[in-house]
C-alpha cells in the first residue's frame, strides 16, 4: 500500500468491529471499502467505452498486474488509483473485501451502517505503518486511530460536539452511541469486547491526541465528574471556548425571557389570582383563644352582633357598629325598627370590665322584650342561681376575667349548660 492522492478515506463506524482481536484485518477491509465506495461515487454511472479513455488518460494498467475487463474492474481500478492504493491482491482482491465488508454491514444497525467516518489517508497510513512496525515520524497505535473514528462520527459535518467518554466508548467498539451499543445483542457484545475502552483509557487518548494538535477539545464545567468534552477537527482551542461559551450563554438568556414572557402572561390573564396567591404567603398572627371562641359561636350571625369581639380585635381603633333590627329579635313582629350605633373606644391593650362599665352596657342596650322564644339573657333570678358555675363555664370558653353580667352574649348557652348539669332551683337553695 503507498499514501492516496485523495486526503479522506470513507467508511461506516460499524465496520470497525469486523474483526475485534485483529486490527490488520479490519484496516486492510475498511481500504477495500473505501475503495468501493469511492468507485461509486466517482465512476458509478459510466460506462465501459468512457471507463477505458479514462484508465488510458492515467495510464491505467490495472493493480496487482491484473488488467481490468469490465466495467467494476475499471471502476475499482480507477478509485484505487485516485487513493493510491495497491495492493498484492489486485483487483480480485479488492472486490472480495468489498463483498465482505458489505455483507458485515448488513447484520449491524442501521445507525452504525450509515454514519460514516471520513479518516485522512495519513493517519490510516500511520496507523498502518505503525502495526507493521515500520517507522513514521508520529507512530498512530490501533487505540488511537479508533479514537479519531468515534470522535469524527461524532462530529460529522457539525465542526464542534460534545463527546463524552461514554459515547466514545460505545463508538469505538463499532456502534453509532449508547443507545446503540444498549440494543447490541449480548452476543454480538461478547465478541466486541477486545475493542471495549475504559474511561482512563479514552481520558488518556484524547489528551495526547489533542498534544499532539489532531483536534481541539475543551473542557466546560467546574466539577472533575461533571465536565463537558467538546471537540473540534476545524477550530483552534479559544475558538471552540467562546464558540461553546457563546452558545450557553444564548441559551440561558432564551430561556430566561421564554420564563419572563410566561409569568407576564399569567398576570395580566389572571391578576386577582395572582394577588390572592401573594397574599396567603403573608403569615397571618394567630387570635387569642377567647376571640377564636367568639368568633365561632353559633348564635352570632354577624361579627358586629358581638361589641365585645370588635373591643378585643380592634383594641385602639373606634369601631361604629350598625346593628341590624332583625339581630336583636328575630321572632317578635311587633317589635319597632331601630338602628343602634354604638362606639366603643380604648386607649390600653388591658381588656378587664368593671362591674360599672358592664351596668352601663346593660343600660345602653335593655333586654329584649319577652316573647316565647328563650330569653337571650339571664333574669335576675337565673343570674343569682347560676352565679356558683360561671367560672368553671368562663374556663372553657377562655373568659376567665370577664364578669358574668359582662358576658350577656353567652347567657343563653350558659344557661343550657347550667340544665345540662341538672341544676335545679331547689338545688342552688
Same mark, same amino acid.
Request: hydrophobic share 35%; net charge neutral.
Given at each position: @500500500?503507498?499514501?492516496?492522492?485523495?486526503?479522506? #478515506?470513507?467508511?461506516?463506524?460499524?465496520?470497525? *468491529?469486523?474483526?475485534?482481536?485483529?486490527?490488520?484485518?479490519?484496516?486492510?477491509?475498511?481500504?477495500?471499502?473505501?475503495?468501493?465506495? +469511492?468507485?461509486?461515487?466517482? +465512476?458509478?454511472?459510466?460506462?465501459?467505452?468512457?471507463?477505458?479513455?479514462?484508465?488510458?488518460?492515467?495510464?491505467?494498467?490495472?493493480?496487482?498486474?491484473?488488467?481490468?475487463?469490465?466495467?467494476?474492474?475499471?471502476?475499482? =481500478?480507477?478509485?484505487?488509483?485516485?487513493?493510491?492504493?495497491?495492493?498484492?491482491?489486485?483487483?480480485?482482491?479488492?472486490?472480495?473485501?468489498?463483498?465482505?465488508?458489505?455483507?458485515?454491514?448488513?447484520?449491524?444497525?442501521?445507525?452504525?451502517?450509515?454514519? @460514516?467516518?471520513?479518516?485522512?489517508?495519513?493517519?490510516?497510513?500511520?496507523?498502518?505503518?505503525?502495526?507493521?512496525?515500520?517507522?513514521?515520524?508520529?507512530?498512530?497505535?490501533?487505540?488511537?486511530?479508533?479514537?479519531?473514528?468515534?470522535?469524527?462520527?461524532?462530529?460529522? &459535518? /457539525?465542526?464542534?460536539?460534545?463527546?463524552?467518554?461514554?459515547?466514545?466508548?460505545?463508538?469505538?467498539?463499532?456502534?453509532?452511541?449508547?443507545?446503540?451499543?444498549?440494543?447490541?445483542?449480548?452476543?454480538?457484545?461478547?465478541?466486541?469486547?477486545?475493542? =471495549?475502552?475504559?474511561?482512563?483509557?479514552?481520558?488518556?487518548?484524547?489528551?495526547?491526541?489533542?498534544?499532539?494538535?489532531?483536534? &481541539?477539545?475543551? /473542557?466546560?464545567?467546574?466539577?472533575?465528574?461533571?465536565?463537558?468534552?467538546?471537540?473540534? #477537527?476545524?477550530?483552534?482551542?479559544?475558538?471552540?471556548?467562546?464558540?461553546?461559551?457563546?452558545?450557553?450563554?444564548?441559551?440561558?438568556?432564551?430561556?430566561?425571557?421564554?420564563?419572563?414572557?410566561?409569568? &407576564?402572561?399569567?398576570?395580566?390573564?389572571?391578576?386577582?389570582?395572582?394577588?390572592?396567591? *401573594?397574599?396567603?404567603?403573608?403569615?397571618?398572627?394567630? /387570635?387569642?383563644? #377567647?376571640?377564636?371562641?367568639?368568633?365561632?359561636?353559633?348564635?352570632?350571625?354577624?361579627?358586629?352582633?358581638?361589641?365585645?369581639?370588635?373591643?378585643?380585635?380592634?383594641?385602639?381603633?373606634?369601631?361604629?357598629?350598625?346593628?341590624? /333590627?332583625?339581630?336583636?329579635?328575630?321572632?317578635?313582629?311587633?317589635?319597632?325598627?331601630?338602628?343602634?350605633?354604638?362606639?366603643?373606644?380604648?386607649?390600653?391593650?388591658? #381588656?378587664?370590665?368593671?362591674?360599672?362599665?358592664?351596668?352601663?352596657?346593660?343600660?345602653?342596650?335593655?333586654?329584649?322584650?319577652?316573647?316565647?322564644?328563650?330569653?337571650?339573657?339571664?333574669?335576675?333570678?337565673?343570674?343569682?342561681? +347560676?352565679?356558683? +358555675?360561671?367560672?368553671?363555664? =368562663?374556663?372553657?370558653?377562655?373568659?376567665?376575667?370577664?364578669?358574668?353580667?359582662?358576658?350577656?352574649?353567652?347567657?343563653?348557652?350558659?344557661?343550657?349548660?347550667?340544665?345540662?348539669?341538672?341544676?335545679?332551683?331547689?338545688?342552688?337553695?
Amino acid at each position: @500500500m503507498s499514501e492516496g492522492k485523495k486526503q479522506f #478515506f470513507s467508511f461506516p463506524i460499524g465496520l470497525l *468491529a469486523i474483526y475485534p482481536d485483529r486490527p490488520t484485518a479490519t484496516l486492510s477491509t475498511i481500504i477495500d471499502y473505501a475503495i468501493g465506495h +469511492y468507485a461509486e461515487r466517482a +465512476y458509478g454511472d459510466w460506462d465501459l467505452e468512457a471507463l477505458k479513455e479514462q484508465g488510458a488518460v492515467c495510464g491505467l494498467d490495472g493493480i496487482g498486474g491484473r488488467k481490468p475487463v469490465s466495467a467494476g474492474d475499471y471502476r475499482i =481500478a480507477l478509485a484505487a488509483n485516485s487513493l493510491g492504493v495497491n495492493t498484492p491482491g489486485g483487483i480480485k482482491g479488492v472486490a472480495i473485501g468489498i463483498a465482505t465488508a458489505t455483507n458485515f454491514l448488513a447484520g449491524v444497525s442501521a445507525p452504525a451502517r450509515n454514519n @460514516m467516518v471520513q479518516l485522512r489517508t495519513r493517519w490510516l497510513w500511520d496507523c498502518w505503518q505503525t502495526i507493521q512496525g515500520e517507522g513514521v515520524e508520529r507512530s498512530l497505535s490501533w487505540r488511537e486511530l479508533r479514537v479519531l473514528a468515534a470522535l469524527l462520527s461524532k462530529v460529522g &459535518a /457539525k465542526g464542534w460536539a460534545k463527546c463524552g467518554w461514554q459515547e466514545v466508548s460505545a463508538r469505538v467498539m463499532g456502534c453509532c452511541g449508547k443507545n446503540d451499543l444498549r440494543t447490541l445483542p449480548d452476543t454480538h457484545r461478547t465478541a466486541r469486547e477486545p475493542l =471495549a475502552l475504559t474511561r482512563s483509557q479514552i481520558r488518556t487518548t484524547i489528551d495526547r491526541l489533542e498534544l499532539d494538535h489532531f483536534f &481541539a477539545c475543551y /473542557k466546560h464545567g467546574w466539577s472533575d465528574r461533571k465536565r463537558e468534552t467538546w471537540i473540534s #477537527f476545524s477550530m483552534s482551542r479559544s475558538e471552540l471556548r467562546d464558540k461553546v461559551i457563546g452558545t450557553k450563554l444564548r441559551r440561558s438568556e432564551q430561556r430566561q425571557a421564554l420564563r419572563d414572557e410566561d409569568t &407576564a402572561a399569567v398576570q395580566a390573564k389572571s391578576p386577582s389570582d395572582s394577588q390572592a396567591f *401573594a397574599n396567603t404567603n403573608r403569615e397571618t398572627p394567630e /387570635k387569642p383563644p #377567647f376571640i377564636a371562641n367568639i368568633n365561632s359561636s353559633p348564635e352570632i350571625d354577624h361579627p358586629v352582633a358581638n361589641p365585645l369581639a370588635n373591643v378585643v380585635a380592634n383594641p385602639v381603633a373606634n369601631v361604629v357598629a350598625n346593628i341590624n /333590627k332583625n339581630n336583636l329579635n328575630k321572632n317578635d313582629s311587633n317589635t319597632n325598627d331601630a338602628n343602634i350605633e354604638q362606639l366603643v373606644s380604648s386607649d390600653s391593650r388591658d #381588656f378587664s370590665d368593671s362591674e360599672e362599665e358592664c351596668r352601663e352596657t346593660a343600660e345602653e342596650h335593655p333586654e329584649p322584650p319577652a316573647s316565647n322564644a328563650e330569653p337571650e339573657r339571664l333574669t335576675e333570678a337565673e343570674r343569682q342561681r +347560676y352565679a356558683p +358555675y360561671w367560672p368553671d363555664y =368562663a374556663k372553657t370558653i377562655g373568659a376567665e376575667d370577664f364578669p358574668l353580667e359582662g358576658c350577656w352574649t353567652r347567657h343563653r348557652e350558659f344557661r343550657r349548660y347550667c340544665a345540662g348539669r341538672g341544676v335545679s332551683e331547689e338545688e342552688s337553695r
